[in-house]
């Protein structure tokens, strides 16, 4: 049998050309026993699934992550624009406004969506200057956080096992915790790619005991806000992997019920055919999550893909 096509970076020089030009897909594939994916039994090309993997029978699950954007004003209007929109009953929405907003937004947002942090500290509150606790975003009906987004891995130093340690105390608070992996282009380039995915999750799980409350999101830094989005195909390899390291290093049960969220320039024209790939079970959305209408389109993605079909 000839051995499964992988990934490898192009080189750095039509790597840099192909960013340039904006072409989506900056990966070839190869084959060959040296290949980044040989020896790892997956036993699968990129985009196929195998025996092993399989999307969740969890709900569908779209994040909005707002990130340091936005006044009363838009905020306002954005809002607005959300409750006008028709999101399936089977999808769940949850949208991740900055602190200072949270109070209005989770009074003025109807259901079916829901409000989440962005942020929480790793422990109790106390002397902790401009951070805000676990205890505070329950205290303020505040169900779900965002932890270990790349942002704050590369620009506040929260390293995986630090983030770790956030996802188990906000897990103890009770809060639903969306938890960010991926891997830089560097890393990608240089065959680290899943090394890095496997320390991040190792992290996570080692914090973990009920994973019912758990969401996984893979965003590729490299694609984050860049418009360079990582392809179906590409994803998808990725989703299928995480979930069978779920299944290897937690079990089975679990990796049938948690959902791998994609992330990184989803937006109205692509989030169709990310949503109709294998083991993605919805989006945490960056830029595109200001954009009302935008959202609403991307809510509605996995109906719209299981008509596609």
């Not at 499964?4 to 020089?13: D, N, Q």
């Not at 809002?79 to 949270?102: I, K, Q, R, T, W």
């Not at 995986?160 to 990608?188: D, M, N, W």
């Not at 995480?242 to 990184?264: F, N, P, Q």
Request: aromatic content about 6%.
């Amino acid at each position: 049998m000839a051995p499964a096509a992988a990934l490898t970076p192009l080189p750095g020089a039509r790597l840099d050309n192909a960013l340039r030009r904006g072409r989506l897909s900056i990966f070839r594939p190869v084959t060959g026993p040296h290949s980044p994916r040989a020896g790892r039994g997956i036993g699968v090309r990129l985009g196929c699934r195998s025996a092993t993997t399989m999307k969740s029978t969890a709900r569908f699950l779209v994040g909005g992550n707002w990130k340091c954007n936005g006044d009363r004003e838009s905020i306002v209007r954005l809002v607005a624009d959300l409750n006008s929109g028709d999101v399936p009953s089977d999808v769940e929405v949850v949208c991740a406004p900055p602190f200072v907003y949270l109070d209005q937004v989770s009074k003025a947002l109807m259901p079916p969506y829901q409000v989440a942090a962005q942020n929480c500290w790793v422990g109790k509150g106390g002397a902790f200057t401009g951070e805000v606790s676990a205890e505070m975003l329950s205290d303020c009906g505040v169900g779900w956080v965002i932890l270990g987004h790349s942002e704050r891995r590369a620009l506040c130093g929260e390293d995986s096992q630090f983030v770790g340690k956030k996802v188990a105390y906000a897990l103890e608070q009770g809060l639903r915790v969306i938890a960010c992996i991926g891997e830089t282009l560097e890393q990608r380039e240089s065959g680290e790619m899943f090394n890095v995915l496997e320390e991040q999750m190792g992290a996570i799980a080692e914090n973990v005991s009920d994973w019912g409350p758990v969401v996984i999101a893979y965003e590729p830094v490299w694609a984050i806000g860049t418009g360079v989005v990582a392809t179906p195909d590409q994803a998808q390899e990725v989703h299928a992997y995480l979930r069978k390291w779920v299944t290897e290093k937690v079990g089975a049960g679990v990796a049938d019920s948690l959902r791998i969220l994609y992330g990184g320039s989803v937006n109205d024209a692509n989030c169709v055919e990310l949503a109709g790939q294998e083991d993605i079970d919805g989006f945490l959305v960056g830029g595109a999550s200001l954009k009302g209408a935008a959202f609403v389109k991307i809510c509605n993605a996995q109906s719209a893909a299981t008509v596609g079909a």
